[in-house]
């Protein structure tokens, strides 16, 4: 029930993520996701690829200082309120969210909702007990 997604640190300047992304599209990768949060100085762009592995090892032979991390990945209905019910759960269960971003699912009109929590275990089985969907990795990539 865990996605691999890779957080890659990056100078804050011009042409930076243009490069990182030309160095993953160039390889075949393709971004199933992302995240982007700088600040004067520094970026910290977050991903989700089809090919972690070979995206992890084509960045490092590039000189990139990145971080590989698990994070959950939830069916959300893609309508109002859709994220809120989301949030009550985790919530209820007092289970923070450090970050999130999301994405639209094509197939099924459903987003998809990334999520770091505090503690996944928990998370994981309260969000199975509220009935959301968790995509196992696999899922996520072949998307």
């Known amino acids: 029930m865990r996605v691999r997604q890779i957080s890659i640190f990056m100078e804050n300047r011009a042409g930076r993520l243009r490069e990182i992304t030309g160095i ?14 700088d600040t004067s100085d520094f970026g910290i762009l977050r991903l989700i690829v089809n090919k972690p592995d070979q995206a992890i090892a084509i960045l490092r032979e590039e000189g990139f200082i990145l971080r590989e ?26 289970i923070s969210v450090e970050y999130m ?37 696999e899922q996520v990539y072949a998307i």
């Not at 909702?113 to 199975?128: G, S, T, Y």
């Open 24 to 37: 993953i599209a160039n390889a075949g990768i393709n971004i199933r996701a992302l995240s982007l949060a």
């Open 69 to 94: 991390n698990d994070v959950l990945a939830c069916v959300i209905k893609d309508r109002p309120g859709g994220l809120h019910e989301l949030l009550n759960v985790l919530d209820e269960a007092e």
């Open 101 to 137: 971003y999301g994405f639209f699912e094509r197939k099924t009109d459903n987003a998809v909702m990334i999520l770091r929590v505090e503690n996944p275990n928990d998370a994981i089985k309260v969000l199975q007990d509220g009935k959301f969907a968790l995509l196992s990795g």
